[in-house]
Each structure stands twice: as C-alpha cells, then as structure tokens.
C-alpha cells in the first residue's frame, strides 16, 4: 500500500508539474502577443505625438509629456499598464524633463540592464520580463511583469528618452495559482480515494493470503487441527478451501503415519521383551553345550561353538534393539555425572584390545593433556567410544588406530582416527542410518547388529554432543566425537580438525606415523561443523 502511494503520488506530481508547465506557457505566449501589438501601437503613438510637437520652452515640454503618458495606462489585454520616462545618459545639452512614471509605480522597480541598453543605442522597441514591485496594504511585494521599451526625442532641441510601457501579470499569476491550488486539490484526493481502493483490495486480497501462510506455519508447528475462514465464492474463498482440503489430507496422513509408527515401536518393544526369556533359555543351553563341547565329535563341537557365538550374536542384537526402542519411545534418560575423558578411553581400549591383538593393529593416545573432565553419562559415552574403536579396528586393515584428545573452555573432542579401506563421502552421510552397511558383502568379524553407530547418535543427541563422521577411499576414515563440557552450554567449536591434522595436536612418543590429509569432507549428527 506504502509503494502504491508512494508511486501514485510520484506520478501525480509529474503530470501536475506538466500541466502547470504546459497551461503556464500557454498562457504567457497568448498574453505576450496581445501586450506587443498594444505596446507597439501605444509607443508608437506617443512617438510621433512628441516627434510632432512645436514647443520651444521648458515648462510647455514638461506638459506635453505630462498630458500625453498618461494615455499609456489602463487595463489592456486584462493586464493593466504603467509607464516610466527616464533621458538617456551621456547627453549633451540641458534636460527639460525629470524622470517622469506613473503615480502608482514603486521606485523600486528596476528596468533590467540589457533592456535598458538595447533601448539607449537601438531604435527599434525592445521588450523583457521583468519583476515588477508593487504594494497593498502598506506592504511592498514583487510580481511578475513585461516591459517594452523604446527611445523617443523631446523638443525643443531633440533631446532623447527611454520610454517603458511595463505591464503588471499579477492577474494572470493568480489565475495560475489558482489552477495549482484546484490541481493539489484534485491530486490529493485522488491519492486519498487510490490509497482507500487499494487499502480495500489489500484487505479482500493479501490479508487472507497473510493468514494462509500464519496456517501454514501454525501447521508446520504441528498444530493440525489449523484451518483458514472462507467467505464468499471468490478465487481467494476457492484457495482457501482448497488449502483446507490439503490441511485435512495432509493431517489424515500424519496421523495414519504416526500411528504406523507407533504401532512399529510398539511391536518391537514388544517382540524385544517377549525374546528375552526364551533367549535367556536358549543361551543357558548354548551355554551348557559350548562348555561341553571337548566331549563331542568334530561336528557337534562345531555346532556347539557355531550355537553359542549366534546366540551372543543375538543378544547383543535384542539389547540394542530395546536400546532403540527407548529412544523411540523418548524415554532414554540421561545420568550425568562427572567424567574424565581419559579413563574411557583407556577402559575401552582395554576392552578392545583382544581384538587389536588379532587384527595386529596398534592404538595410540595423542594428546597433549592428562585429564578432560566433562558432565556426561559414562556408560553412554563409553559405549559410544567402544563403538567407533571397534569399527576402526574392523575396518583399519592392521594400520595402527590414533585416538585424538583435546579440549577448550568449553569443549571437549575425540576423534578415532584409522588408516584402513576408508570411505567415500556418500558413505560418510549415511554410515549413522541404522542396519546400513558401506559393504554388504563384507563379513562381520566381531557379529555387530548394524545399530551401533544409529545408537551413539542418539547417545550424543542426548548429550548435546556432535558426532561426526569423515572418510577417503584408500587413506582412512575418521570420527569425531565433541562434548559440551557443561550440560547447559551449547557447542560452538570443536577443539579438533576432522580429521586431526598431524601439526594440530602434540604426538607423543609412541605415535604412529601418519599422513597429513587432504581437506576433509563432514558428515554428521547433533550438530554441525563450525
């Protein structure tokens, strides 16, 4: 409404200022050619009457000019019409005649220089706007006005004049003032009445749009019981029914969906639950016959040990399926407490190291500090540590496993970092989607269910923490865990490139050595890379 004002008034102005241009000009050029024949006729008169004339004193010329300019004045072509008599300087002889004007003409009233000259050395009549001062009201103002001039000669001894016919345009300048006043008028309440019609239309028009898009994200917020108020059979009374139609479809969905949704957790929870009895079962038995195993044949001892192993295998995968269902269920807690760092990682290290050992593969600490205490739930954090040292030892092809400590005011980074297959930059954005496997035709060594990484995202979620993850074909993969240090703070930064760069950390005497890489590609959870 602002632009359309705005821009309206701007076009009123220029066809206003147009106008008054054009009508101003008309004006003046009709008038002008009016006031030239009249002065030509009334100068020319006077010219003669004085060319004429026989008087041979003083006294008798002072009266001629006195009985004869007088002729001059009145309201002729609307405009009335003083006269001045002034001699010409420089001349030689007496001056009969004092400068001699209308009764009425200020004094101040100045003929322009350019005039004046072209009367004192021309012959023919000359003419020039000029601005002329009058009074009224014992107040002295200036108006517009023309003044024609030409030289006339006094007897006795043909002394020379400069004669002005000075017309006064303050009625036509009050005519023009009029019609400016009536143009304002008329633009100012054209504006007004523009400015209503547009008002109406903004409100029949952009105002339901408005609340279309306050439904929308009303919706988006998941309000979806939201719709729009329809009046009328018009196209924005149409879009409004049809956004309603779309709100009530789009809602039918959702609820079916969450319904779904519910119903998959609900059966997994439940399937999870009703598992562990019978598996607790089955793996006493597993158990009874794996110990026994020596006093079986070759194929029965196999069995045994092929029994026990996939029914591990399958408890680990039943805890991570109830692990899931928690979180689905938003019913994971988190119990804080403080932490240090290092103990983890070395816990999990020791945990690990049966399958270091077998896969010949040597783990390092760097870092530059002893102790990063954090307030975070260590069994979570532990676990989500276990998990990336485990997937770095699968996957680090017997090259010797980093693990990157460092921290800041407010922040604490993990990073594990291994040198083995790697992996592409598709496969880093969809490593933490749950039962995703980069190579499906690659067996599992240590028998994991495909939700570890899935689960310590969800660890770190709860933490506040990111996790993410980096990879290259042939050079490694890396992943990086950062903690706040206190629940309430929000990270920022990570106290750790991804991958660590060889220079950004201090190596300590027992590192490995290793290749600085190339600039890395992110993905991750919880966060995002600053």
Not at 286 to 293: D, K, T
Not at 371 to 397: F, T
């Amino acid at each position: 409404m602002t632009s359309t004002l705005v821009l309206t008034a701007v076009a009123l102005v220029a066809v206003g200022a147009f106008l008054s241009s054009q009508i101003a000009n008309g004006l003046y050029q009709e008038r002008l050619e009016q006031f030239k024949a009249e002065a030509s006729a009334g100068l020319s008169e006077v010219k003669q009457i004085f060319a004429q004339t026989s008087v041979t004193d003083r006294e008798s010329t002072a009266q001629l000019v006195r009985d004869t300019l007088p002729s001059l004045e009145g309201g002729g072509a609307d405009a009335p019409r003083q006269y001045s008599l002034k001699s010409v300087p420089n001349q030689e002889g007496p001056i009969f005649v004092s400068p001699f004007a209308s009764s009425n003409l200020v004094e101040s009233s100045a003929i322009p220089e350019e005039l004046a000259e072209a009367v004192q050395n021309g012959d023919a009549q000359y003419w020039s706007p000029i601005t002329l001062a009058t009074s009224a009201s014992g107040t002295e103002f200036d108006v517009p006005g023309i003044a024609f001039g030409t030289k006339v000669t006094l007897p006795p001894d043909q002394t020379e004049y400069s004669l002005y016919l000075i017309y006064d345009l303050s009625s036509m300048q009050a005519t023009l003032d009029y019609i400016h006043g009536v143009t304002w008028i008329g633009g100012t309440l054209l504006l007004v009445t523009i400015g209503a019609i547009v008002w109406l239309v903004t409100r029949s028009v952009v105002g339901p749009v408005s609340h279309a898009a306050l439904v929308s994200e009303k919706l988006a917020a998941g309000q979806l019981q939201e719709r729009m108020e329809t009046q009328g059979e018009d196209e924005v009374a149409r879009l409004g029914a049809s956004f309603n139609h779309m709100a009530a479809s789009l809602q039918d969905q959702i609820t079916q969906l969450a319904q779904l949704s519910q119903m998959q957790q609900r059966f997994v929870s439940d399937v999870s639950h009703e598992l562990r009895t019978p598996l607790t079962t089955v793996r006493m038995a597993a158990e009874v016959l794996h110990e026994a195993r020596e006093d079986f044949d070759p194929v029965n001892r196999r069995s045994a040990e092929i029994l026990y192993n996939q029914v591990e295998r399958f408890q680990s995968l039943l805890a991570d399926l109830l692990e899931v269902s928690r979180f689905d269920a938003g019913v994971a807690v988190l119990d804080a407490e403080a932490t240090d760092i290092f103990q983890l990682v070395h816990h999990v290290i020791d945990g690990a190291r049966p399958l270091a050992e077998s896969h010949k593969s040597e783990i390092t600490v760097i870092s530059n500090e002893t102790k990063c205490v954090v307030d975070a739930d260590p069994r979570r954090i532990d676990r989500i540590l276990r998990n990336l040292v485990v997937n770095a030892l699968e996957h680090g092809e017997g090259k010797p496993i980093n693990i990157y400590i460092a921290s800041n005011p407010d922040a604490v980074a993990v990073a594990v970092r291994d040198h083995g297959i790697g992996m592409t930059p598709l496969d880093a954005a969809r490593v933490f989607d749950r039962f995703w496997r980069a190579d499906p035709a690659r067996a599992r060594t240590t028998g994991g269910s495909g939700l570890g990484l899935s689960i310590a995202t969800e660890d770190a979620r709860l933490h506040g923490a990111w996790l993410q993850a980096w990879g290259s074909p042939g050079e490694g993969s890396c992943f990086r865990l950062t903690l706040p240090k206190r629940r309430d703070s929000v990270l920022k930064v990570s106290p750790l490139p991804l991958p660590p760069r060889q220079a950004a950390l201090p190596r300590g005497p027992a590192a490995s050595p290793t290749t600085p890489d190339a600039v890395p590609t992110l993905h991750g959870a919880g966060g995002s890379e600053q």
